[in-house]
């Protein structure tokens, strides 16, 4: 696990699909394509999967269709793909935490090496940690001491279970006896639009891709 944490560190954007041996490349697309993606509409995957979709559409002659399904940690988007008929005419574009869910979660709904095939990484990105303009951490040594100081005192917001914040967390607090309270913000992009009065700091993906 802390190997994989360590690999996963950074948001990795890539798409991945399911296709049987019977597919046919040669007519491909002959139906709109949808491309999955776990998280709400406006974020960094979000706005990566409709450049993509502009691109890929240049290719195919038609505009793929773009189908936000946050929730779960992107549980709710992979099942919706893992029930999908193994055809390539549904893709997803997925974070870093993807194969970490299978480490996390007692059962899911699909078997995260078994169940999906990758096509290629997308894009890459660093993590960023956040705090209020009135916080009264000037930076990151006068955080990471107040958290030492009185761990219950802090927390911190992240998108849920499994996603690269929350990965990013967990290895920061590797060695340290700290259980900080966590605030699960609803989508995965807007740390600072919920719970903005209960949480000291959040991280978030940088603006760059």
């Known amino acids: 696990m802390p190997g994989l944490i360590k690999k ?5 954007a890539g798409a991945a699909l399911r296709v049987s041996a019977g597919a046919n490349a040669e007519n491909f697309p002959s139906k709109p394509v949808h491309i999955l993606v776990p998280y709400a509409a406006g974020g960094a995957v979000d706005v ?4 993509l979709g502009q691109s890929l559409a240049k290719t195919w002659g038609q505009q793929p ?6 929730g779960a940690g992107g549980i709710i988007a992979s099942q919706a793909l893992a029930q999908s008929p193994p055809d ?7 974070a870093s935490g993807h194969p970490l869910n299978q480490f996390i979660y007692q059962s899911l709904p699909y078997d995260t090496f078994r169940d999906f095939t990758a096509i290629s990484e997308i894009a890459s990105s660093p993590l960023a940690v956040l705090v209020a303009k009135t916080s009264p951490y000037a930076n990151l040594g006068d955080l990471l001491a107040a958290a030492r100081k009185d761990p219950d ?7 849920g279970n499994g996603t690269s914040a929350h990965g990013a967390h967990g290895a920061r607090d590797r060695g340290e006896a700290s259980d900080r309270p966590e605030i699960r913000v609803a989508g995965s992009e807007r740390p600072d639009d919920t719970g903005k009065d209960r949480r000291d700091a959040g991280r978030q993906r940088s603006k760059g891709i």
């Open 48 to 51: 990566l999967a409709r450049t």
């Open 8 to 12: 996963f560190g950074r948001l990795a």
């Open 65 to 70: 269709v773009i189908d936000n399904r946050p």
């Open 88 to 94: 390539g005419y549904t893709l997803i574009l997925v």
């Open 153 to 159: 005192a802090l927390s911190y917001g992240m998108s």
